[in-house]
């Protein structure tokens, strides 16, 4: 059974900083590309930054430079460390997993990041 467990969202102030995890169980999850969405009330979900199996990274262009992904393959985790954060990144974050062979993903239940004073 797939499991892609987030954590480390909750409540911050703008310019404040959160750590997100998303810890996987029951993949290969060295060959996963591992991304983070986000879907706020209203809007679309959306990419946030993606790492792939090589480490290659990608990033909205709205949190290039604010936000870093990575992975830690021993863990099975991804993280994604959030700075200098902005009211309009009140969201609820979600985890990804995508397998390009086989191109099947799966999905974290999302974990909610309100940034507000």
């Known amino acids: 059974q797939v499991q892609l467990v987030e954590s480390g969202g909750g409540l911050v102030q703008p310019g404040g900083s959160l750590r997100l995890s998303c810890a996987a169980s029951g993949i290969s999850f060295s060959i996963y590309t591992m991304g983070w969405y986000r879907q706020a009330p209203g809007k679309q979900r959306e990419l946030v930054a993606a790492?792939?199996?090589?480490?290659?990274?990608n990033y909205a262009d709205s949190v290039k430079g604010r936000f870093t992904i990575s992975r830690d393959n021993a863990k099975n985790t991804v993280y994604l460390q959030m700075n200098s954060l902005k009211p309009e990144d009140t969201a609820v974050y979600y985890c990804?997993?995508?397998?390009?062979?086989?191109?099947?993903?799966?999905w974290g239940q999302g974990t909610q990041v309100t940034v507000s004073s």
């Open positions: 790492i792939t199996a090589g480490t290659s990274t």
């Open positions: 990804n997993a995508w397998n390009s062979l086989v191109r099947r993903d799966y």
